[in-house]
């Protein structure tokens, strides 16, 4: 769309700027046709919650919970409530299957 040698960088409207700082000429003239127009909000949090929390039960080991918060960006107190979830998950989970499992030796 814009040769890249014929840009006025002085003369951008100050988000692509903005990008350019960011990111270079190249990437922002990239960006600038799929986003032109949009109203775009970043989230303050980079990762999902909903994968975080599955990462953090996965990587847990009974000790890493300040680890895991820092790690992903997520305070400790948040970290041991997904922990203890998914723990209660795992344990009815079982429990479920224990009486499934007595229900067929019956």
């Known amino acids: 769309m ?3 040698q014929r840009i006025h960088q002085d003369c951008l409207v100050e988000v692509y700027k903005e990008m350019v700082e960011a990111v ?3 990437s922002m ?3 600038y046709p799929l986003l032109r127009g949009q ?5 303050v949090r ?3 919650k909903d994968k975080v929390s599955m990462k953090i039960s996965q990587e ?4 890493n919970v300040h680890v895991l918060s820092r790690e992903y960006g997520y305070s400790s107190r948040w970290v041991q409530k ?3 979830e998914h723990q209660e998950l795992e344990e009815a989970s079982e429990f479920r299957m224990g009486s499934l499992m007595d229900d067929g030796r019956k």
């Open 2 to 4: 814009y040769p890249q």
């Open 24 to 26: 270079g000429i190249e």
């Open 29 to 31: 003239l990239k960006l």
């Open 39 to 43: 109203q775009i909000n970043f989230p």
């Open 46 to 48: 980079l990762y999902a």
């Open 60 to 63: 847990y080991n009974g000790k």
């Open 82 to 84: 997904m922990i203890k």
